[in-house]
């Protein structure tokens, strides 16, 4: 009972800590989005500006213009009004032609001549019309000094430019105040955030202690230990006593046969399925060593473990972008009336939430498609783009299962170069199974070999090409 109350009282501290990390999150995150707002402020009000002077200058360029030139920029709308009742007119003519040839077919060659001459007159009307317009408007314009025009233009032009100029440094040097006061706030608010939280991982590290769970199960560089794992399904053992540690930052490949156990490896680490026995230690993004199966599988994810599966899990009407932000379900702290309401903390989480999505969509060179939907695009694209999703949520760990399945040669390159990519750029560890023995020997630091559930070997790529249980249990042998 005691055991108990220890492991809820430890998942509800963690979930304290879990709130007070996402508030860091939150205010590093709208630190940045406020300096972007400010920018387009100061653009958006320079440009409001600029329209409303040059407003002022539209009776001086009118002088500036030969008569001709005005007359055709005056009268383009009347123009454009008169082009568009020319239009209504032949369309007239030609719809009455239709309904005469309908009642009298045999008169063809003379309906459609009496058309012709209706159109050839209505376009004489018009085109007289809009020259009439365009002459009264040249008389109109006759007579004034353009040079002279021309010099008060440009110097109205010089002093809105002078005017704009000095508006810009006005408000970039408001702006600049309001930033630095605004970021004082931000970092006293997340300095206090950060006393919370280490005073809570503090009190998690103790009950760690209690119950015989520290740092130094692990080793020093290693992301997770998976000590006699045994998985049975009725009486068939898919997993048997296996033992196996990933590194931190490097990229471990489990392979073996079809039916060996793989994804069942996976589904025991990520708790889709409790296993009969054996232990899953693993170094969560705070650095405190838990075991993975006391807790449920919808709280995994808040340790920065994902995953992806065997087939594609998009969801199809849904863009690109939205399938990022529903990777990111665990990171939105705001509630369910925060979203009826539509609240102002609402929108900036959204916000930060979106401009995450695109930077992680430009790194790996799906901006493109941000904007479409799933359905249609190319296989290697939704690969890719699962794989996208995966980060949205700042993992620490994740787990592919058969990240090539059902790719092109083609493809399963660029999916290499972007697995290496996400390893590097995004600081994490990748835990893959693939079929693809090319792939994994191309992308993996480590691999280990099972079959029927049990270890065949561990090592490097190299050491399991040359193994001759793994030639002979997955391979074929010689």
């Known amino acids: 009972m005691v055991k108990t109350l220890t492991k809820h009282f430890e998942r509800f501290l963690a ?10 999150d939150y205010l590093l995150g709208y630190d940045e989005i406020k300096k972007e707002e400010t920018r387009d402020a100061v653009e958006n ?8 002077l040059e407003r002022r200058l539209r009776p001086l360029k009118y002088q500036a213009m030969d008569s001709k030139t005005y007359a055709e920029h005056v009268g383009e709308e009347a123009i454009r009004s008169l082009n568009q009742k020319r239009d209504l007119a032949i369309r007239a003519h030609r719809q009455s032609a239709k309904r005469r040839l309908k009642k009298h077919p045999e008169d063809d060659t003379t309906i459609r001549a009496q058309f012709e001459k209706a159109q050839n007159t209505t376009n004489a009307y018009f085109d007289k019309r809009i020259q009439d317009l365009l002459t009264r408007l040249g008389q109109k314009h006759q007579g004034n000094d353009l040079e002279a025009a021309l010099v008060a233009l440009k110097a109205q032009e010089d002093v809105i430019e002078q005017t704009l100029a000095q508006n810009r440094i006005r408000l970039e ?19 206090q955030t950060r006393k919370r939280l280490a005073a809570l991982e503090e009190r998690l590290h103790a009950l760690n202690e209690k119950r015989g769970l520290t740092s130094d199960q692990l080793e020093s560089d290693d992301i997770l230990m998976v000590s006699n794992l045994t998985m049975m399904f009725g009486g068939l053992k898919a997993v048997n006593d296996l033992s196996f540690s990933v590194k931190k930052g490097e990229i471990f490949g489990l392979i073996g046969p079809n039916g060996a156990g793989k994804t069942t490896v996976f589904n025991c680490i990520t708790q889709f ?6 232990q899953m230690l693993y170094r ?18 808040k340790q920065g473990i994902t995953r992806t599966f065997q087939n594609v899990e998009l969801i199809f009407e849904l863009s690109v972008l939205d399938n990022m932000l529903v990777g990111a379900h665990t990171m939105f702290k705001t509630g369910f009336f925060s979203h009826i309401l539509h609240t102002r903390r609402m929108r900036r989480e959204e916000t930060i939430m979106h401009a995450k999505a695109l930077q992680i969509l430009k790194t790996l060179g799906l901006d493109m498609v941000k904007d479409a939907y799933p359905l249609g695009l190319p296989y290697g694209i939704l690969k890719r783009i699962e794989l996208a999703r995966t980060l949205m949520a700042k993992p620490s760990l994740i787990i592919l299962d058969e990240p090539a399945a059902g790719l092109n040669d083609s493809e399963t390159l660029e999916l290499a170069k972007t697995i290496k990519m996400i390893q590097k750029t995004f600081n994490t560890t990748i835990f893959l199974v693939e079929h693809d023995m090319q792939l994994v020997m191309d992308v993996c ?11 065949l070997a561990i090592g490097s790529p190299q050491t399991i090409k040359n193994n001759k249980d793994v030639q002979e249990a997955y391979l074929g042998g010689e």
């Not at 979930?15 to 860091?24: F, K, M, N, S, V």
């Not at 040097?173 to 300095?191: A, C, N, Y």
């Not at 399925?273 to 054996?278: E, F, Q, V, W």
Request: aromatic share 6%.
């Open 173 to 191: 040097d408001r702006r600049t105040r309001q930033l630095e006061h605004f970021e004082k706030k931000i970092e006293k608010k997340i300095s």
């Open 273 to 278: 399925y409790k296993p009969k026995d054996g």
């Open 284 to 301: 969560n993004h705070k650095g405190n060593v838990i075991a993975l199966e006391d807790y449920k599988v919808h709280d995994v994810i």
């Open 15 to 24: 979930g304290r800590a879990d709130r007070l990390e996402h508030q860091i």
């Open 45 to 52: 009000k320079i440009e409001r500006q600029r329209e409303i």
């Open 445 to 455: 630091d480590t691999i280990c070999a099972i079959n029927f559930g049990k270890k």
